[in-house]
């Protein structure tokens, strides 16, 4: 498996921009699937982007579809998601994931982060 470290997380105004960051450690990373969840005080973990190995395909439910982006760097192993045009329904905690297999489902993804809180008052 794959230790995962986001950060970058913080308090924002609605209308702001945000850039998580997620290092892994490892030798294996381009060999990875990566994803961002993220889950808001009573509700369940949901999906909110996913990259291929290259980097070449990308996922995006379309509460988050023109917003954010998600990016990779396989030379410094780490995972990006740049959020824009933050709202007060983004408030979660965001946690980055990896996965052997192209998914948008929680379940395929065996390695995760302990997370970031991204609060965004309006």
């Known amino acids: 498996q794959v230790q995962l470290v986001e950060s970058g997380g913080g308090l924002v105004q609605a209308g702001d921009s945000l850039r998580l960051s997620c290092a892994a450690s490892g030798r294996t990373f381009s060999s990875y699937v990566m994803g961002w969840f993220r889950q808001a005080p009573g509700k369940e973990r949901e999906f909110v982007a996913a990259?291929?190995?290259?980097?070449?395909?990308?996922y995006y439910p379309d509460s988050v579809k023109g917003r954010f982006t998600i990016s990779r760097d396989n030379l410094k192993n780490t995972v990006y998601l740049q959020m824009n045009s933050l709202k007060a329904e983004d408030t979660a905690v965001y946690y980055c994931?990896?996965?052997?297999?192209?998914?948008?489902?929680?379940?395929?993804?065996?390695?995760w982060g302990q997370g970031t809180q991204v609060t965004v008052s309006s």
């Open positions: 990259i291929g190995w290259r980097g070449g395909t990308t």
């Open positions: 994931a990896a996965a052997r297999k192209l998914s948008t489902m929680v379940g395929d993804f065996g390695s």
